[in-house]
């Protein structure tokens, strides 16, 4: 009788140790895996960032948005630029802008608007336009702290011979080229193999895996594909001290004729205006393409209606497209595929579709468009 209490007594203490050691262990133990990262929740942050990351055609298609055509008519000269703030402030090449302070601006959406010329150097081929009126348009994401490498896939947007919003695409070719043109001290260059022409200059170089602004188009050789972009890391301190304290000259540079100096017709912007509502619409961006249509066709078509129209289109490819202009009119002929999703399965259907192109309130607007399947 003794033997067993005194078996029960052990047993109880026992299991009291016991409970005191595994309390002590896991209130050590458990805190300690706090920080460690669960397998699976680290399979869904992958899962999530690889669907995040976005294609080239969005790339392309968010940047657009904010590469803008300068035109300059006292010298007739067309070059490019981008939006860098949140200021309406637009970076650009100083020989883009040479012997100005006033300049227009076109959008991607082909809205104008006066700029002016708020920062100029004469040693750096750099000049920022401020335009208050765009202020509220997002700006385009720089690449501060990254420099790109030998192989990088890259795009160069811009107006080149006056074509507004041209895409190219090619790698970083060198790295680290210095060189002078006129007056002009190009310093780290970068070398690119994405074809540019005149009128690219001041138009960004994208970094294709990060969809980030890496420098300016500058530059190109009369022989071969090969153009120069100043890196956007080298000229940021200049470019924040202007939209700061804009400058209140400008400084004397001489001007001529130069090679950038291509005008472009109203038949090439109407032709740009339809390519630029396709590409809205094959990337879904429905707010964009009904902002293309002039007031008596939204007054006509709302928002929603003209949404719930292209709901179940999904890729448009242009086969082909040609203008005839009547005054300051133009008609844009186009002939185009489009996927179109019925009763759970996708068609490709083609279109004959007629655009009427003209001005409202000095803008070019889609006026009308009427379209027929082609059997």
């Known amino acids: 009788m003794k033997s067993k209490w005194i078996t029960s ?5 026992l299991i009291w140790v016991l409970g005191v050691l595994s309390f002590f262990l896991i209130s050590d133990w458990v805190p300690a895996q706090l920080h460690i990262e669960s397998s699976i929740l680290t399979e869904i942050d992958a899962s999530k960032e690889d669907k995040e990351e976005k294609s080239v055609k969005e790339i392309i298609h968010q940047t657009q948005k904010s590469v803008v055509m300068i035109e300059v008519e006292r010298t007739g000269s067309v070059g490019s630029g981008f939006i860098y703030n949140n200021q309406g402030d637009i970076i650009t090449n100083a020989h883009v802008v040479a012997g100005t302070d006033e300049v227009k601006v076109k959008l991607a959406d082909t809205r104008e608007y006066d700029g002016t010329v708020i920062g100029m150097s004469t040693d750096t081929d750099i000049a920022l336009i401020r335009v208050p009126d765009i202020k509220d348009i997002e700006p385009l994401p720089l690449a501060k702290d990254y420099p790109p490498e030998l192989g990088d896939e890259v795009l160069a947007i811009g107006s080149p011979l006056g074509y507004q919003n041209t895409v190219t695409t090619g790698i970083i ?18 070398q690119f193999s994405a074809p540019i022409a005149p ?34 890391i080298d000229i940021l301190p200049l470019v924040t001290s ?14 001529s004729v130069n090679e950038d100096q ?9 032709t740009y205006l339809v390519q630029y509502f396709y590409d809205s619409i094959d990337q879904q961006d429905y707010v964009n393409a009904y902002s293309l249509l002039g007031s008596s066709w939204q007054l006509n078509t709302s928002y929603e209606q003209f949404r719930e129209g292209y709901l179940n289109t999904g890729s448009v490819i242009i086969d082909d497209i040609y203008t005839r202009t009547e005054g ?12 179109e999703r019925q009763d759970k399965e996708v068609i490709t259907e083609k279109y004959q579709v007629e655009y009427k192109v003209g001005y409202e309130n000095d803008q070019l607007k889609l006026i009308s468009g009427t379209g027929e399947i082609i059997e």
């Open 199 to 232: 009128g690219n200059s001041g138009g960004p170089l994208i970094l294709i895996k990060s969809g980030k602004v890496i420098g300016i188009n500058s530059a190109a050789t009369e022989v071969g594909t090969i153009g120069f972009s100043i890196p956007i």
């Open 242 to 255: 202007w939209s700061e304290t804009p400058m209140t000259s400008l400084p004397s540079m001489e001007y």
């Open 173 to 190: 070719s060198g790295v680290d080229r210095s060189f002078e043109i006129d007056h002009y001290q190009y310093e780290n260059a970068y």
């Open 328 to 339: 300051e009119t133009v008609t844009v002929f186009t002939i185009i595929h489009a996927e």
């Open 262 to 270: 291509i005008a472009s017709s109203i038949e090439n912007i109407a």
């Open 9 to 13: 007594i052990l047993s109880t203490t």
